[in-house]
Nanobody, 119 residues
C-alpha cells in the first residue's frame, strides 16, 4: 500500500500562485510515477500533470502548459505542483496520485486539497 497526503491548497486571487505538495508513505519503492488530478464542482476528474519517478519526464494537460510545473524530490517521496498565473477556471479539488510498479494506471490517491481562485 501507498498512502498520499496533499497540502498547500488555499484561496488566491486570479494571477496569483500556489504550490501544492504531496508526500507518499508506505511501499514507496513501488512508485514509478506520480501525478496531479483535479475535480471542479459538477465536473469529472481531470488529469493535470504527471512525472515519471526515475527519469523525471513530465506531461501536462494543454490548459496548464506554461503555467504549472510538476517536480519531485525522490529522497523525500514528495511531488510538487507549482501553479502560476492562476485563473478562476483552475478552481477545483486537487488530488495527487501514484502509479505503482506493474500497473499502467494510477493506483493510490490522496484525500484532496481545495484550490479556489477568485476574480
Amino acid at each position: 500500500q501507498v498512502q498520499l497526503v496533499e497540502s498547500g491548497g488555499g484561496l488566491v486571487q486570479a494571477g496569483g500562485s500556489l504550490r501544492l505538495s504531496c508526500t507518499a508513505s508506505g511501499r514507496t519503492v513501488s512508485i514509478v510515477g506520480m501525478g496531479w488530478f483535479r475535480q471542479a464542482p459538477g465536473k469529472g476528474r481531470e488529469f493535470v500533470a504527471g512525472i515519471r519517478w526515475s527519469s523525471g519526464i513530465t506531461s501536462y494537460v494543454e490548459s496548464v502548459k506554461g503555467r504549472f510545473a510538476i517536480s519531485r524530490d525522490n529522497a523525500k517521496n514528495t511531488v510538487f505542483l507549482q501553479m502560476n498565473s492562476l485563473k478562476p477556471e483552475d478552481t477545483a479539488v486537487y488530488y495527487c496520485a501514484a502509479q505503482l510498479f506493474g500497473s499502467h494506471a494510477y493506483d493510490a490517491w490522496g484525500q484532496g486539497t481545495q484550490v479556489t481562485v477568485s476574480s
